[in-house]
């Protein structure tokens, strides 16, 4: 049993194309976002196991020798299913919660007890662990924040319980597992998405464990080989939704309407495969003509998502905004708020065009920089990272460090910029912001990368 501090990370997703659709069996294309999440566990033999989410506010501890006496043969299911309502029932008599109500927070309490107890129960005895987890993601946002959860958990539960070895055992600063961890770890991952959203894709936990760019259709994966260098806006609208909800009104749709909704999930499904070829075509000569097609393919997807039931007026006010400046948007993820993504042309100044799309009211925000791109879960050692580092979409709960300015669009906007810490990965690139405008915070990050 492990003894010894472990630390670990995992990115955040954007889906390019294939929302709601992968859930079917399309083709989704996600990339993975260098926005991450930290797991700090601490192992030790006090008898309990400690769970801390400061970001949410969860601050919960059971009794591991009450645990042990549990019945937890209701966590033997196979792994195509779903946790079925029974089992979610008993997750919840062990956390202590009344059965009606499913908050994110209780939903990562329940997703950490079933992979606590289903990991840890072919142990001779529970670990007696303290773990605390924080995040650069925000919650229902469209940006796999769950996902990236339950990879880090999977993957510090599976090291501690000596299922997979731990990559720090040689003394290296930050390590990785082999691709045969790596599954293990998605596969227990998607575990834990399934108790909170029911029947997820696959999509973000895929990501997160594998990061980079991927093609991901009914579980199976593969990499984008050489995509291009895209810049977007990444816009978090703060409108919370929930992506449980959300798939389960589309599949509430698609039985209701099959004749309407099937060709939708199959034009999607066109869309991303066709946003997949142009993308082998930019690989080696991008043009304009290329990007003028990935705009109309961002138009059509969006039209698509609308009429499946997940926008919202907040997303059509991002939509409006850009397309006022020549730029074409769409959300990504579950929709019904959260996120949007938007196209910036080539052989334009990017943060010029951001500015142009940011609405003239007052507002100010916290910037930082986290590109697309990101690595998979990493191992670091304990000295290399701090809980300190937090979400950067609150401004009340950024700390500054280096510099501090202000920068002046207009007479009537004012938006405060910070340079935050970041985190120990190899993928530090001044890569760009996000700005709070209008009731929308506005990321740029500046590539895509593969």
Known sequence: MLSEVLLVSAPGKV???????????????????????????????????????????????????????????????????????????????????????????????????????SIGRKQRALPSLDIMVWSQLPTGAGLGSSA?????????????????PNPQKDGVSAGRWTVEDLELINKWAFQGERVIHGNPSGVDNAVSTWGGALRFQQG???????????????????????????????????????EIVTPLLASI????????????????APALEHYLVLEELIDMNQHHLNALGVGHASLDQLCQVTMAHGLHSKLTGAGGGGCGITLLRPGKDAEAQRDEVMCPRPASCGVREAPLGGARPECYRPERISPRLGTPWRGDTISAHKSSFKISGSKSLQVHKRTLSSPPTHTHRRAGACFWTSGLLVYLPTRLLG
């Open 220 to 258: 199976k994966i593969s990499s984008l080989k050489r995509p291009p260098t895209l810049k977007i806006l990444l816009t978090n609208t703060k409108v919370p939704r929930s992506t449980k909800a959300l798939v389960a009104s589309v599949r509430s749709r698609l039985l209701k309407f099959p």
């Open 269 to 284: 499904n066109a869309i991303s495969l066709e946003c997949e070829r142009l993308l082998g075509e930019m690989a080696a």
């Open 15 to 117: 889906i390019l194309h294939g929302e709601h659709a992968v859930v079917h069996g399309k083709v989704a294309l996600a990339v993975a976002l260098n926005l991450r999440t930290f797991l700090r566990l601490q192992p030790h033999s006090n008898g309990k196991v400690c769970l801390n989410l400061p970001n949410i506010g969860v601050k919960q501890a059971w009794d591991v020798a009450r645990l042990q006496l549990q019945d937890t043969s209701f966590l033997e299911q196979g792994d195509a299913t779903a946790p079925t309502a029974e089992q979610v029932k008993r997750l919840k008599e062990l956390a202590g919660f009344p059965e009606d109500g499913a908050s994110p927070e209780r939903l990562a309490v329940l997703a950490f007890l079933h992979l606590y107890l």
């Open 148 to 164: 990236a959860y339950c990879v880090c958990m999977a993957a510090a539960l599976l090291t501690v319980c000596e299922e997979i």
